[in-house]
């Protein structure tokens, strides 16, 4: 856990100070997002062992919160770098049984492109973009889970390759400032963990999430 809480901790500061420095050149800009995340069954390869085929995670339904900030080259292209947090609960595993919470998140660190539809005079823009890098994905059970007579407990974190596509509509408050309504598919590579102070492994397949959100963006 103290991994997840280093990355992110990073990620955000790295974002402020992008912010900071936006105010010495015209380009630069920051924003954020937030909304509902859905990520979907996710294929377990290991758990403490090997498992049947077809043995699964279910997450619940979560939530994405997104931080950026980039520099806009001309009316239609910007380069950004990302960060944030993306966290479900676990639902279920097949054939394990949950006491408490257990959860799945990712913290990405993603370097993206983004193109905006050239709009006129109108206030509302289309945009869409992708992105590669990497995530800090974390596996927590917060009391206890038993799965095929093995008792696993605490948190771990690895990092993998990720990616993401996303997509827009933003309107301008003013010349500065606007608000949208974006959608975002996240993917990553699988992912193992240790786990029992390094008594077994587990590892799942690759995440793939979808999300819908709230942004906003500042230009400087």
Known sequence: ????????????CACVLGTGAAHAANGFYAGGDVGGLLTLD??????VGSVDPGTKVQLDPGFRLGLHGGYKFCDFFSLEGETGVMFNTIHSIT?????????????????NARFTVPHGKCPITPYFGGGAGGAATV???QHHIDFNGEDVHGSDSDVVFAYQAFGGLSYAINDR????????????TGASWDVN????????????????TAAFNISF
């Open 95 to 111: 054939g394990a049984s949950i006491d408490g919470e257990a959860a799945l998140s990712n913290v990405p660190f993603l370097v």
């Open 139 to 141: 596996l927590s059970f």
């Open 177 to 188: 400032m606007n608000v949208g309504v974006e959608y975002h598919y996240f993917a990553t």
């Open 1 to 12: 856990m103290k991994n997840y809480q280093s990355i992110l901790a990073v990620g955000v």
């Open 42 to 47: 996710t294929r377990v390869k290991e758990f």
């Open 197 to 212: 102070n390094g008594g077994g492994k587990i590892a799942l397949a690759g995440t793939q999430s979808h999300a819908i």
